[in-house]
């Protein structure tokens, strides 16, 4: 079973636009969530992380955002830069447990 | 740098063939993982070190499967008579344990191609 959903296999977004992409997740054990990016060849880099004791979280141009009554984050990114050109993925995990579970990815493609 | 190093990049092998690839972790860091990433799909965990004890084994990891982290740093993830199935990019993780949560920082990968 998904635990974890990134429903929208792709996103195209003009340069200097707001790009959100979207997660959702199932297990309620879950209270640690984090996006990572991933370029072809590269492992997955770590960008920001939220804790389920809070409903947002900035780090420069990324904000993740948590709706926990919805099972539901978000990752918005403004300005949006023709290198944040990538696939996205949301993990989680649950305190008791130590593995991340990811979704399958949100590729963004940032026009110029 | 002192990321997470993986080696090989890439491994071609034929089917029934052994392979073995190595992770270096952070060097701060009691934690490693590895994980499996196929193409269209987010990284699936296979199994998970805290310093030299293995604390959790995914059941994708088969018997053919078998991971170590003898002195609680470097890990080898071994394959033994590897099938075509088992082509896909493995990565390698590590962490600090700890509150609130744990950030893995990821290896670049070894690709592993099954002929």
């Known amino acids: 079973d998904q635990q974890v959903k990134q429903n929208s296999p792709s996103l195209s977004v003009q340069e200097g636009r707001i790009s959100i992409l979207n997660c959702d997740y199932t297990?309620?054990?879950?209270?640690?969530f984090l996006w990572y990016k991933k370029y072809p060849a590269e492992g997955p880099t770590f960008l920001i992380s939220i804790s389920s004791i809070k409903d947002k979280n900035e780090d420069g141009r990324f904000t993740v955002f948590l709706n926990k009554s919805a099972k539901h984050l978000s990752l918005h990114i403004v300005p949006s830069q023709p290198g944040d050109s990538a696939v996205y993925f949301c993990?989680?995990?649950?305190?008791?447990?130590?593995?991340?579970?990811f979704g399958a990815g949100t590729i963004l493609r940032v026009k110029s | 740098d002192t990321g997470v190093s993986q080696d090989p990049r890439h491994k071609i092998t034929k089917r029934g063939q052994n392979v073995t690839f190595r992770c270096d972790p952070i060097?701060?860091?009691?934690?490693l993982y590895w994980y499996r990433q196929t193409l269209g799909q987010g990284p699936e965990f296979l199994t998970y070190?805290?310093?030299?004890?293995?604390?959790?084994k995914s059941r994708l990891l088969s018997d053919r499967f078998s991971a170590e982290r003898p002195k609680g740093s470097f890990s080898t993830l071994e394959i033994q008579r590897t099938e075509q199935g088992d082509s896909a990019m493995y990565l390698c993780?590590?962490?600090?344990?700890?509150?609130?949560?744990?950030?893995?920082?990821f290896g670049p990968g070894t690709r592993l191609t099954v002929l």
């Open positions: 993990a989680a995990s649950a305190s008791k447990g130590n593995k991340l579970v």
């Open positions: 070190f805290q310093n030299e004890a293995q604390l959790e």
């Open positions: 060097s701060e860091h009691n934690r």
């Open positions: 297990n309620s054990m879950f209270d640690y």
């Open positions: 993780a590590s962490s600090l344990a700890g509150p609130p949560g744990n950030t893995q920082y």
